[in-house]
């Protein structure tokens, strides 16, 4: 039997959802087959709740769900992780850390 983390999906293709910036909250309930007023009361949660789902409010009851937010639910973990001073997103990308310079090694401003 597979563990928990094998079953859990790696990409939103492996869940058989069409890639698109924004969903409805019924395509989210359809995707994560569950309800749609338990996908819009995990809206309402606060934002530091771990059940919380990100999303844009359009009107009063109307939101769209976010890509990412839709990732961060459905357990799929992100693709790049952006360091505290990444020179450039390429390096980012490739994994590459920025050389690190200490104070002594750098030269003295004149004034």
């Not at 293709?13 to 969903?23: A, H, S």
């Not at 976010?66 to 990308?93: F, N």
């Amino acid at each position: 039997m597979p563990t928990q983390t094998q079953m859990r999906p790696r990409t939103l293709e492996d869940l058989g959802v069409e890639r698109k910036p924004f969903y409805t909250t019924a395509e989210v309930a359809h995707i994560m087959a569950m309800s749609d007023q338990n996908v819009l009361d995990r809206i309402h949660l606060p934002a530091d709740h771990p059940q919380h789902l990100y999303a844009v409010a359009l009107g009063p009851r109307t939101y769209r769900i976010p890509i990412g937010a839709l990732a961060q639910l459905a357990g799929i973990p992100p693709r790049i992780t952006i360091g505290k001073h990444p020179r450039r997103i390429e390096d980012a990308i490739r994994g590459e850390r920025a050389p690190t310079t200490s104070r002594s090694a750098k030269k003295a401003r004149t004034r």
